[in-house]
Nanobody, 116 residues
Framework: QVQLVESGGGSVQPGGSLTISCTAS????????VSWYRQPPGKEREWVAS????????YYTASVRGRFTISRDNDKKTAYLQMNNLKTKDTAVYSC?????????WGQGTQVTVSS
């Protein structure tokens, strides 16, 4: 049974930093790329960043490139999203996604609030 658990969300002031985590279980973590998505209040969910399963290539949506860093620790079966220079528009529920045998699996999400 695939399970994803996000953690590390919270409240931070604009310009601050936060790192959120996604810990996986129930499937071979190294077999899947990992993606982070976010859903701002009242808006559709949007893709934020991805990291490939093998060589760890990373990809970012334009609005976070240069501020966010996605990484993974395959030994710990955990992916991370380090977020720097946070802006109020980054406020959202952040969720991670993996694939196993062609099926998508999502975590429950973690709230990130950027406010002064």
């Amino acid at each position: 049974q695939v399970q994803l658990v996000e953690s590390g969300g919270g409240s931070v002031q604009p310009g601050g930093s936060l790192t959120i985590s996604c810990t996986a279980s129930g499937f071979p973590f190294t077999s899947s790329s990992v993606s982070w998505y976010r859903q701002p209040p009242g808006k559709e969910r949007e893709w934020v960043a991805s990291i490939t399963r093998s060589n760890g290539n990373t990809y970012y949506t334009a609005s976070v490139r240069g501020r966010f860093t996605i990484s993974r620790d395959n030994d710990k079966k955990t992916a991370y999203l380090q977020m720097n220079n946070l802006k109020t528009k980054d406020t959202a529920v952040y969720s991670c996604k993996v694939q196993d045998h062609g099926q998508d699996y999502w975590g429950q999400g973690t709230q990130v609030t950027v406010s002064s």
